[in-house]
């Protein structure tokens, strides 16, 4: 059973079943990018504080035109909380697309979009309460409050699913909102519950070591000091980095245009960032690089991180990793001006 509560932007599905087994007991490999493992019915989870939650987050770039690929990844990978951001569709045509397929595969949805651009959503099936759209505070842009973050307690978690604003130009208006969005949000979180999760495409690269040529980057936003300056005043842990601390080129977003997917010329801007208590239940995070592959992916590959259990074992950073990276050089971005 679905229901769509229109006036809400929430859908109450029915289903699913939680990861496999832990790590000590799993040294089982990934599955290999295209196959499946075997069928296990995913039916919803009793909500509350629960070990073993897969939490994933993914900008899908339309989830209309991601839907292809979308339902069949949850199926494969399993998560029992998902972000998705730039669904770029209104509340109501999620429900018509989505409300159906999701119920089948045992998730709650909450969504909040107006259709067109932005647009996120939170999906869970350990539970989906106190659901909130935007945050106290949150900076307008032409006297619209952009449809940019949803919150909700998944799992006795408070997961924020983010689209961060671009920034475009550094020292522009839109920079200028970027940082007052930032500061709004840290205030926010800072008021709600200790145990949380900041999920989503936060359009930062946190250091010189999450794009493939901070040379490239200079004079450009996503690297700037008081964008990375926002992103630790959270005073959260970024769960990827925390475990991966060494190692370099973990991509999250590669441009669609020059190749750069293929060369492996990327940056890392879809981020988890976790409370101290959140923090210390990961037992894996990684970059679902496969997801990237194939035909009519989104620019970013989802970020999956597990909480007590690793039904993967000790998988990462990046799955499968590149085979062909380009290294060495000065690569000119295709945005970059002449």
């Known amino acids: 059973m679905c229901t769509w509560c229109r006036g809400r932007g929430v859908t109450a599905c029915a289903g699913s079943s939680g990861p496999g087994p832990d790590t000590p007991k799993a040294s089982r490999r990934p599955t290999p990018p295209g196959c499946a493992r075997p069928s296990r019915p995913l039916r919803r989870r009793r909500a509350g504080s629960l070990a073993g939650v897969r939490i994933a987050t993914w900008n899908v770039n339309s989830a209309k035109q991601r839907m292809p690929r979308l339902l069949p990844w ?9 972000c998705l951001q730039e669904t770029k569709l209104t509340d109501a045509t999620f429900g018509e697309l989505l409300a159906g397929p999701l119920a089948e595969l045992g998730y709650e949805a909450a969504h909040h979009g107006y259709g067109g651009f932005n647009g996120v959503a939170l999906l869970s099936r350990v539970g989906l309460s106190a659901v909130e759209r935007d945050f106290p505070g949150q900076p307008r842009y032409g006297g619209v409050t952009e449809a940019r973050a949803i919150s909700a307690t998944c799992g006795g ?6 689209y961060v604003p671009n ?4 020292g522009s208006d839109h920079y200028a909102i970027k940082l007052d969005w930032f500061d709004a949000l840290a205030a926010a979180v800072a008021a709600g519950p200790p145990d949380v999760a900041l999920c989503g495409d936060m359009n930062v690269a946190p250091a010189d070591a999450d ?5 490239a980057y200079l004079g450009h936003t996503h690297v700037t000091g008081p964008e990375r300056q ?3 005043a959270f005073g959260l842990v970024d769960v990827v980095r925390a475990r991966w601390p060494e190692r370099e080129r973990v991509f999250s977003y590669w441009d669609y245009r020059a190749g750069m997917f293929h060369q492996d010329l990327g940056m ?14 990961v037992t894996a995070a990684w970059v679902d690089r496969a997801a990237r592959k194939g035909k009519l992916p989104s620019d970013h590959a989802p970020v999956i991180v597990d909480l007590d259990e690793a039904p993967d074992g000790g998988i990462g950073p990046v799955v499968p990793p590149p085979s062909n990276p380009k290294r060495g050089g000065r690569t000119r971005l295709p945005q970059s001006k002449d």
């Not at 920034?167 to 550094?170: N, S």
């Not at 794009?211 to 040379?215: E, I, L, R, S, T």
């Not at 890392?268 to 239940?281: G, H, N």
Request: charged letters at 35%.
């Open 230 to 232: 926002r992103l630790e």
């Open 211 to 215: 794009v493939f040529d901070p040379a």
């Open 157 to 162: 978690v408070r997961i924020h699913s983010l």
């Open 74 to 82: 949850l199926e494969e990978r399993k998560p029992d909380v998902v």
């Open 268 to 281: 890392r801007i879809d981020l988890v960032l976790a409370s101290q208590p959140v923090a210390d239940r």
């Open 167 to 170: 920034g475009r130009e550094v």
